[in-house]
């Protein structure tokens, strides 16, 4: 379409206008962007006269020179001498010159002075390259270091020397001196210790990523948008769910309490906690056995499924006590086998931990289970009870279930606030707290209405998201500062550490792996009448593993790199070693640890891809 | 020749309507019956509802408005385990088949079961010895027994979708809603697939709800045809009945017979 005069020329102006704010932006741009670097050259202290200042060049180069030479080996050593006499000041009349005999030889040049005075010590005869240092050695014997020296491919070599400041009327002595290897080379105790941290850190590597991947596993998919998008259920629902879980939890520390107290009544004879450890889990075998038929084509009557849920309940409880028990047998067995494997007792070291570990875990599945169970209890009560509510209850109701669950979890954060910040006063910790959140909630409960289809899936998600961002926000050398107040300087601490950031950056990659896959398999599974956790094993499950395989060997070699440095924060490993050989200015220790960490990095670097390669 | 009206409603569907997100009308009012061991057809262009439609029948979609009855249950109001319940007695067949790739042809079969099998159980992967034996015997029943223990992504596209058939045979459906079954696969093939669905509706008495691009297919296989048109019922009678100027109705003006 052709334009028309008038168009362009009423457009010419504006073009023009546009064309000159488009310049003016980018000269504004610029000029920002120098001030922008100008103060960036201020505040990092930007100064290559520093660098280039000969003091600073010859610092460089005898660090450079140390790491070259990194402290791995060393030999016997033998000490060689030369040595000539000298007086200071010079006598009335100097004895005759006696040219040097033997090799190597030492002579001065002048052979007296005045104290104080710089002479030139010449030697010959020295094995070429040969260094060592020049004495001064008064009548006492002690050798006063004067100078270093370095013989040429002649043998030769020449440095000055002060004379000592005190006169003395006798003949006293200058001594060159320089050691030379003898027999085989053997490991340094430095190399030694740089293997000890080496292997303490590939392993602090390996458990962080095993520890952080086991929790980062489950997370991912509540991390994982297009798994919880269709979890949706009445805002009702939620708050019985919300209100459910501190419930359930205390109930489940009580579980525990007694689970423990239950074990501790036993525990006086590991034989009688062997017998009672495996007739408690045959006997839970037995009841999961009948309580859960493997196939039901109808469903069963009330009577039954009620018994079922109760025998459920004992096999839980009797199955939590067995647990225990084979916890405690664990270290038992593990301790007695410390005491006797002898060079191997770590073997025995590791069980008694896995059963400290064991029994861990096991609190905290008691205490999360009892929630959870709880809490589904609660919201299938729920479930069943709204549809029999008449239409015109089932908004008041909602509101005030989330009102309420408002105020207990406004209770929870009051009482954590309290605990925290040391606070008595009843009005802050408990009236103010429980007030806002029942507002809020019912603010909440308002604005998300009255249907079935609050996004409760898309809540948890977004929660578990934020979660991992703040965690993944703290770099793990921030956090070993924090851990290893809590469980001392040491390799466990960088473990805890790597683990945390092992969760929040592995939950994060897993989460968008499972985002990516393809939904036709998740579309079957669920159609053939699949709950959403067998959706998840057989639909999800298969298609994820080469990638959270890859990835978790990937995060493997990067908590290898990170384990290198943790150390410096007080996280054990090598880093602990090369910091303290740095600030103690032990160039050539810490060249070694420096070595060690290239190449066990390196060889991370192939070994991960190499597995990678294999495992997809 | 069965319709609708002649015997009595297995499936009623009644006034049906699906809006996504966002405001697209999917289905708009689309009420029909089927009576049992019927196989019905569904035609119409892409994008004019047929997956969504199959879709609310196992509420793998969630209708707007609606209700859809089947034996004498309201689906629509079903409450999740009741849902789980229906829904494992629907069979469903997919147009990319839908396999897990990564996972062997039975494990894929045996899915088909898992509205069955006791949740914490087939957590684990175990599966009761009878259930193997019948996921053996429905891969026997497509032809391709000696596949069982192969990578589904090893097998080619027909022999993917025989898969997909068994898992839906798996749940001994009394309906079977097949999505487009045959729209990845050549004519042969297509009629392959085409043939066991016949077999199982006439041999297993099994309802069958397929939506179908290639009216010859239409012709051969289905009891009866619905066509929908941007979400809208236009078209219900035996498959014989669409003539030219049905045809124009279903499928557009400007649309040409293919086949």
Redesign the interface.
Known sequence: MAKTPNESGDRAPSRRLASLGRGLIYAVAVAGGILIYAYGFQVTQVSLEEARSPSRQERLVRILRALAEPDLVEYDEQETTAETSVWVPCPKTLPAFEPPSGTPSLSLEPRCGAPGERITAVGNGFPPGADGRVYFVPPNGIRLSQAEFRADTDGAFSVPIQLPERASPEVQTVLAAFQRNVGAPRLTRNAYDTWDKIVETVFMALLGTTFGTMVAVPLSFLAARNLMKDITGTVGGLALIVMALPVGALLGAIVWRVALAGSAAVTSSPFATAVVASASLAVVARTLRWAMPSEETSTPSLRIRAARIVALLVASLLGLLGSVLAARLMSYVGDQLAELLGLAAFIGTFLADLGDVLELILGAAAVGGVAVVVASLSGTLGARLRPRLPPSARRPYDLTLSALAGAVLGLLLGAFLAWLYRLVDVRVTVVAPAAVGAVVGLLLGWRAGTGDTFPIGLVVYNLTRTVLNVLRAVEPLIMVIVVAVWVGIGPFAGVLALSLHTVAALGKLFSEDVETIQSGPLEAVTATGATRLQMIVYAVVPQIVPTYVSLTMYRWDINVRLSTIIGFAGGGGIGFLLSQNANLGNYRAASAQILAIALVVTAMDYLSTYLRGKAV | MRTGTSQPAMLSIRHLSKTYEGGVPALTDVSFDVPDGQFLAIIGLSGSGKSTLLRCI?R?VEPTSGQIVWDGVDITAA??DET?????????V?Q????????SVL?NVL?????????????V????K??VAKAMHELNRVGIPDKAHSRADELSGGQQQRV?VA?AL??DPRMI?ADEPVASLDPVLAHSIMQYLELINREDNVMVLCSLHFLDLVHRYADRAIALNEGRLVFDGAPQEIDHARFKAIYGQDAERVG
């Open positions: 196992n793998l409450s999740r789980r319940r229906i829904r494992r007695q629907i069979g469903m997919f990319h088949f839908n396999l897990v790739h990564r996972s494990t899915a088909g079961r898992l509205g069955y099998v006791t949740p914490a159980w087939s957590l992967n175990h599966f009761p009878a259930d997909g898992r798996m749940q809603l």
